[in-house]
Each structure stands twice: as C-alpha cells, then as structure tokens.
C-alpha cells in the first residue's frame, strides 16, 4: 500500500489515496502503523476517498484506532494533497466529514499550497450535544472536579469534544498525568480533549492539548478553535487570534455574523512511502 505522511503544526498523519487504495480496516491498521517504533509514527491514519457530496471524504482513525469525526490540521493536510496530487485542482475545495461537510480555501502560489483556512461551522455550545453532562444551557467557567482538584472548564464542541481549562502557565501543567482524568472522567461519556490556556493578551494565546486517544499532541486544529471560543465566550480575548502551539501557531477567528469559526494555518509533506498490509 502507498501511503504519505504530513503535518500540520507537528500533527501528524499517515495519508492513504482511497482513491487507488483499499484498506479492509483501517482502526487496526492505524494502531499499527501509528506506533513510533513499531510502525511509521503518527498520530493516527486519514483515509482521502471519494464523496458524493463533496470533492473529496475524510475518514480518520486516532492512533489507538478510535475513530475521529474531525481534524483541523488534518483537514488543512487533505486540502494540500487533494490539490497538489491531482485529485481536485480547485483553490476552494469541500471535504466530507463525519462532522459535516468544510469549505477550504488554499491559499497557491505555483502549483504549491501554502496554507489553507478551514471553515470550521459553527461552534456547539450545548452541554448535551458535546456531549458534556452539565445542567445549564452553556458550560462557561464550570466547576469539575477531577484528581481531587477543582478546576474551571468551558466546554465546546468543533466537531470533536473539548474542554478548556484556563491557567497562568501552560508549560506547569503535568499533562500525561492529569490528561487521561480529563479525558476519561463521568462528565464527559463520550471522552474529551482537553486544552490548557495561557492568555498572552487580547490577541494571542498559547496552549497544550490533551487529545483523547493520542494523548499530548504537538498541535489540535479543533483544539484551537475550541480554545478560542472559550476565550472570547470568558472575555479573555477579541474575536482574532493566533493560537500558539507546541508544533506551531494558527490563525482563529470567530466570526461575529456568520457565527462560523474560521481556522487558517499549513501542511506539509513529510515523506511517501509503502508498506506491507
């Protein structure tokens, strides 16, 4: 099977063109083949098929096989591969996803794409459509206690669960610990992911992301804007920011009329290869 590996930030996924490949199931093939020692090393697989709804569908796997309903570094990544690779030479391109269809528009100069900005929808705020189990109409600076720590988390939804916890220093932060508590804890029945901010200023913010089923990523595109939201719902922040993460930074705006979250950020190639399935 040809495959290619690219990142967004520092996330990064195994791409196979489901176009010319079949994989029979992909949930055990990522567990394989996203193992770092064992395999080629990612975060988990994205399978680029096509859609009768869009120009391509993204059909992802977390590395423990889990499946995932969106990506926005992996989304940016498809949108660059789709284009460069031939499949649909469109600077906007629509991608199907199991959280909607996107709108991507890639910013070409010669033949290459330098970043791509994602319209992310709407952002979901309702505790049960998260899902998070909270009583009031929006979780915003909500009380949880988890590992005998109380802590204030604003929870939404970019496609996957989030909950963002607001802290003076991000880099503090003991993650592989307190990650999993988060992402497995009762408030959450679906798992989550979860974000600690540090606000900079009005404009910028920096942050590390638990992602459920990876654990600590270098980047969360939906981790990001979901960050975002929170700070502007907490009024930390204005409506446009840069979102700095380990592996890089994006640009996140909420834009007040549409109500839409818009993400702009790059993908690269990694290497392609072939493996044995």
């Not at 009005?202 to 992301?209: F, G, H, K, Y």
Request: glycine share 12%; aromatic share 8%; charged share 20%.
């Amino acid at each position: 099977m040809k495959f290619t590996k690219m990142q967004g930030i520092g996330n990064d996924y195994i791409y196979v063109n489901g176009f010319q490949e079949h994989v029979e199931d992909p949930a055990a093939l990522s567990r394989r083949l996203s193992d770092r020692h064992f395999g080629i090393g990612s975060d988990g697989l994205i399978l680029i098929e096509p859609s009768d709804a869009a120009d391509c569908k993204m059909d992802m796997y977390n590395a423990d096989g889990s499946r995932g309903k969106m990506c926005g570094n992996g989304i940016r990544c498809v949108g660059r591969y789709v284009y460069e690779r031939g499949i649909a030479k469109k600077d906007v391109l629509t991608v199907e996803t199991l959280s909607g269809i996107k709108t991507l528009r890639l910013d070409v100069q010669s033949g290459t794409v330098y970043s791509v900005e994602v319209d992310m929808g709407e952002p979901v705020l309702e505790p049960g459509k998260i899902p998070a189990l909270f009583p009031k109409m929006q979780a915003v600076a909500e009380p949880l206690a988890v590992g005998g720590q109380e802590y204030r988390v604003t929870c939404v939804s970019m496609g996957n669960p989030h909950c963002v916890v607001f802290t003076g220093d991000v880099d503090s932060i003991p993650l592989s610990e307190i990650g999993p508590l988060f992402e497995h804890h009762a408030a959450f029945p679906q798992q989550v992911n979860t974000e600690f901010v540090q606000v900079l200023g009005a404009d910028e913010i920096r942050m590390r992301v638990w992602e459920r089923g990876s654990g600590e990523t270098l980047a969360c595109g939906t981790g990001a804007c979901a960050s975002a939201v929170a700070c502007i719902l907490n009024g930390k922040t204005g409506r446009s920011l840069t979102v700095h993460l380990k592996g890089g930074s994006l640009q996140i705006r909420w834009d007040e009329k549409s109500g839409h979250v818009f993400m702009r950020g790059p993908a690269e190639f990694v290497f392609d290869g072939t493996v044995k399935i």
